[in-house]
């Protein structure tokens, strides 16, 4: 090997073996590695570093409220994390997921307006089930267009991302407009009848994160202990190895899609039955693309995007806090998301090199 | 910071490590105890220009105002979605005041409000109040009044672009406004809208100015809040009016004029009406009149006899002199909507949602 360098450089050295200690180990050094360098960018900001990591990481989350609204937070994220954790299993690209959930919010307020005049018993589980339909529809469109017309899924689900975002506007300016209000593109508010049950007192945690948590375990059974789970596994690993052994590509494809867009759906519709409360234009600020990161910083491992969903969720309330308590700017929210991510990719080379120091 | 008196082991063992802080805190709490503390919550960045900037100026002008009886915070770009109400939420706790500045925060600080009884709100261009929920609004028409008289004589193909947030009656007032002073002094003169369905989106903004300048447009006005449309302009060889804040810096040549809003005055009194227990949960809606709504710089390229005629309509416009949405007043298919002689009252006003002639296309309803 030839080793110029003057300097005593590193150096990067395939293992043999991908190392299962640093799999584990290489989020927290992420995690340290953000925390050192936001404490460096709260000094070079003039903050005290303890109060400026203190506010940012631990003052959100200090009462009950927070801890709630942490939930309130992740649970978007979470849904359609895990949703897009089994496409991305398979190799099937979903980008769609915040297109799904748009969708499940849109009908799942048509629903809930429709419901909630009725006066049924059953009118708040219709339109939570009429949301989660609707997404899966939605993610059904580039399912049939991959599996008949052997589409791209990463274009047709970004494209229909768009649809759905038009459409949510066109029926909240339109037919779903409250009659009395003035105009303004917003529904009527929703009656208790059709709003999600609060399961923390005092709070806005709603019935999304248990139901959440229940997809984060339900995933994990399925692709680890089912066989679907493993044919699922073993087509995104090898597709032509997944066709020899004779199972149904087509079938996995739509089996994917549909369960990530029946998750993301019901993502929408919680965000409009719960914590929102009408259907707005503003439902998502992108929940469906942070969920593309949140699965990725997780390792598509249902437990890893459960506790990174949480870490996103804390960071953008970081953001808020910092902005509310140390009159930090916004972008230092941002800032650690970015850093965070960074560091994790950074630190992921270390499972698959070492580090040789010095000069060889 | 309350949040450390609270007994439990969490908290205490945070006591214990940031000691030091809350000794801080504590002194800073103690010599802050008799200011008003006032809060403030944007929909989008600060940034140089535009809504939000324009009411940091005026927040800023409260503090100069008011000096040391008074003491704020602010949140920026905070999603009107499920996020508002905590963080609504989280400043009604250690605030007397709040400022909500867009529309889609209406029902988040009804919510919050209904928690926190002590608190006083005051929301930004919405319609429901409570006992402690105040509205407030600008009569951003006034301005688009004067832009449109302006607009009927500098322009040469006689088409002018507008690029639309959304197409709620705040923003259709200022369409109709402007187009009812374009054909006061130039009746062959048309509007073309392009909505965007958002209030910030620089790229958007730009792509929609783009778009008009592509369709005959020489003259660009938004209704957005980013200087984008009037970099456009200027990148393009047009001319462009500003809105929110003088934007002249963003496109010196194109830049004729611009509707301004102005809210330091009304911050201030909003914050002194407090301080003196006279706060009420009203409704305000000011103009030109209330120093609410302002006009920038006129351009150098403006004629001096067509600065002056704008200059006089402004006049006439604070004084009642000249009301703006008074018949006879044709629709789009030009029949007559309001008859000689009638004026639209402010009900008639907030609900507006048709065009008036001269603008082309549909009105997304």
Redesign the interface.
Known sequence: MLSVSPLPLPRLERRQQDSQLLRYLSPVLAIGLTLISGALIFLWQGQ?P??GL?TFF??PI??S?GIA?LG??AAPMLLCAIGLSVCFRANVWNIGAEGQLLMGALIGSAAALYFMESGSRFALLFTVLAGAFAGLLWAGIPAVLKNHFNTNEILTTIMLNYIALNLL??AV??PLKDPNG?????SA?FTEAVTLPIVLEET?LHLGLPIGLLAVVAAWVLLSRTFIGFQLKVVGLDASAGRFAGYREKRLVYFALLICGALAGLAGVF?VT?????L??????GYGYAAIIVAFLGRLHPVGIALTSFLMALVF?GG??G???L?LP?ALGSLFQGMLLFYLLACDVLIHFKLRGGRA | MKIFLKRTWLKRAAVAAFSTLMSTTAIMAGAAEDKLKVAFVYVGPVGEAGWTYGHDEGRREMLDKLGDKVESTYVESVSEGADAVRVIRKLAKSNDLIFTTSFGYMNPTLKVAKQFPKVKFNHATGYKRSKNVATYAARFYEGRYVTGLIAGEMTQSNVIGYVGSFPIPEVVQGINAFTLGLRETNPDAVVKVVWINSWYDPAKEREAAEALIAQGADIINQHTDSPAPVQAAQDKGVLAFGYDTDMTRFGPDAHLTGSLVHWGDYYTDVAKSVLNNSWTAEDVWGGINAGMVKMAPYSKKIPADVVAAAEKARTDIASGELTIFEGPIKAQDGSIKVASGVKLNDGEILSMNWYVDGVEGELPQ
């Open positions: 005290d303890l109060v203190y631990i003052l200090s009462d409220y609204e309130v937070k506007l066109w300016h339109g003035f105009n303004f593109p917003e508010l806005r965000e719960g914590p929102i409360g009408q707005v234009p503003q439902v998502s600020p309330m808020e806090m902005q509310m308590e009159g916004l």
